[in-house]
Nanobody, 116 residues
Framework: QVQVVESGGGLVQAGGSLRLSCVAR???????MGWYRQIPGKQRELVAF???????NYAESMKQRFGISRDNAKNTVILQMNSLGPEDTAVYYC???????????WGQGTQVTVSS
């Protein structure tokens, strides 16, 4: 099994930055890790994901402001968010996928609130 734990959410003023961290705790080998978000009243959407080899992909609307990175040795993934606006207010979820089954595991989510 995989336990996914996020941290780093909080309240930030518009124009500010926030860094989210996530660790996937497991004895299984982790492949792709990523971040999704759910804005109130909307469907959950992809923010970014990164493969074990370091290939990163972003949602088009976020690629200029957000950066994703990972540490394979620690099974951690970081989401650096810059130039935040109120529209970025959401619960951010981390995901981790295993090589063995291809299953995707989700964290509990961390709240990000951007005040105007």
């Amino acid at each position: 099994q995989v336990q996914v734990v996020e941290s780093g959410g909080g309240l930030v003023q518009a124009g500010g930055s926030l860094r989210l961290s996530c660790v996937a705790r497991s004895t299984l080998s982790i492949s792709t890790m990523g971040w999704y978000r759910q804005i109130p009243g909307k469907q959950r959407e992809l923010v970014a994901f990164i493969t074990r080899s370091g290939n990163a992909n972003y949602a088009e609307s976020m690629k200029q402001r957000f950066g994703i990175s990972r540490d394979n040795a620690k099974n951690t993934v970081i989401l650096q968010m810059n130039s935040l606006g109120p529209e970025d207010t959401a619960v951010y979820y981390c995901t981790a996928q295993t090589y063995s089954s291809g299953s995707t595991y989700w964290g509990q989510g961390t709240q990000v609130t951007v005040s105007s």
